[in-house]
């Protein structure tokens, strides 16, 4: 995983009703690159139990976008924002409830991190040559009412599915930093109202 690049990158700007910005932590475990990832606590309102990156909605307390993402890393999984290197971000992604999501990518060490049970269940650390094994990825084309035709990614890793939102900036962040590309073809093609297959 080269994150060099990141650094020279312009990234994309989007606007949404509400803005936010997530921290993609990438971490060095047994010598090789690994993501991090939160799985959303059951009782959330939105998008519970799904698997995201540490972030969330900007505060008045915060600056910048990159104050958000490292605020928000820090309180759900204890990620201090001194031992965090953000190397760069990403083109910004909108979500269905009309967030604007700017995704930071940051260097961070390779310790325990402990969920914060009113936000997150789970802190999954997951090996990007996993995320990257074609036999763990999949991809459908489906017609929303609201927001027209559309892709989503599936990332199936360890038990975990990293799909959404979390899905769209995994597939940016790997073409920009791996050899791995999204195919160009869709596993298939389903209608709006099919079962989501996680």
Excluded: C
Excluded at 137 to 161: A, K, L
Excluded at 165 to 194: F, Y
């Amino acid at each position: 995983m080269d994150l060099s690049g990141l650094r020279r990158h312009e990234p994309k700007t989007r606007s949404g009703r509400h803005q936010a910005a997530v921290l993609a932590p990438v971490i060095a475990r047994d010598g090789e690159a690994h993501l991090l990832f939160t799985k959303r606590a059951p009782h959330l309102g939105e998008h519970p139990g799904q698997m995201s990156f540490p972030g969330g909605g900007r505060e008045p307390v915060d600056r910048t976008l990159t104050d958000t993402a490292l605020r928000e890393a820090n309180e759900e999984v204890g990620m201090r924002p001194e031992e965090v290197d953000v190397v760069g971000r990403i083109d910004d992604t909108h979500t269905s409830t009309d967030y604007a999501i700017r995704p930071f990518v940051g260097v961070a060490p390779d310790r325990e991190y402990v969920p914060d049970e009113t936000e997150v269940a789970e802190v999954a650390v997951l090996p990007v040559a996993e995320l990257t094994d074609p036999a763990n990825y999949e991809s459908e084309r489906r017609n929303h009412p609201e927001y027209g035709d559309h892709r989503i990614h599936y990332f199936h890793v360890d038990g975990y599915t990293v799909w959404g939102a979390t899905g769209r900036i995994v597939v940016q962040l790997l073409e920009r930093t791996t050899d791995w590309r999204a195919p160009e073809e869709v596993d298939r093609v389903v209608g709006s109202d099919a079962e989501l297959p996680i």
